[in-house]
């Protein structure tokens, strides 16, 4: 048998993604031999497509986790950064940043919950998973963005772990399908 698929390797995700290799491998006019075949020949797609309700709710709880952690991590950040003599959260426009992002990341796990409960029943929908992906992984972006921008320049430097998130982050919208397929998924189910 030959494989002409491209294969993409990428790393599990951790702490910090760009510590982590992610290459991608080409095969063309590979010889595999029969014996060594897993599953039946054609049908990549279709064993990839099993576990992709799964896999996107992997990602959902993922982003959901740096959501509370990155946000946890500025509120502390926030008490102890002193500017004008004063704490930088006793400013209300930081008490006010901090309470919209509480509440997006209480929803955010909240529907997370729902979502592994679902899954756990053996009857999250192929769509639910791509809301859960698509609209958790975009507060991620949106969350650690306005997290960073608290922390003020010292945010920006990349021994700030505020810093390394925010670069990592833009990844999770990518994995397991990019924002517009998950878009496309949900959709699709309204219109059945």
């Not at 929803?107 to 679902?118: H, K, N, S």
């Amino acid at each position: 048998m030959i494989c002409s698929r491209v294969v993409s390797a990428c790393a599990v995700i951790s702490r910090s993604l760009s510590a982590q290799d992610t290459a991608e491998l080409s095969f063309t006019d590979v010889p595999v031999p029969a014996a060594n075949l897993l599953g039946e020949a054609a049908r990549g797609m279709a064993y990839l497509k099993r576990n992709l309700t799964q896999e996107r709710l992997s990602v959902t709880a993922t982003a959901a986790a740096t959501v509370r952690r990155v946000l946890e991590e500025t509120i502390a950040y926030t008490r102890d950064r002193i500017v004008f003599w004063q704490p930088l959260s006793s400013l209300q426009a930081t008490r006010f940043t901090l309470a919209e992002l509480t509440t997006e990341t209480e929803i955010a796990q909240t529907f997370t919950d729902r979502c592994v409960g679902e899954l756990a029943a053996g009857r999250l929908t192929d769509s639910e998973a791509a809301m859960a992906k698509w609209w958790v992984t975009e507060r991620r972006q949106h969350l650690v963005s306005r997290c960073l921008q608290l922390h003020g320049g010292y945010g920006y430097m990349t021994e700030h772990h505020i810093a390394r998130d925010f670069v990592d982050t833009r990844a999770s919208t990518l994995f397991a399908g990019a924002a517009e397929i998950m878009k496309e998924i949900i959709g699709k189910s309204l219109l059945r």
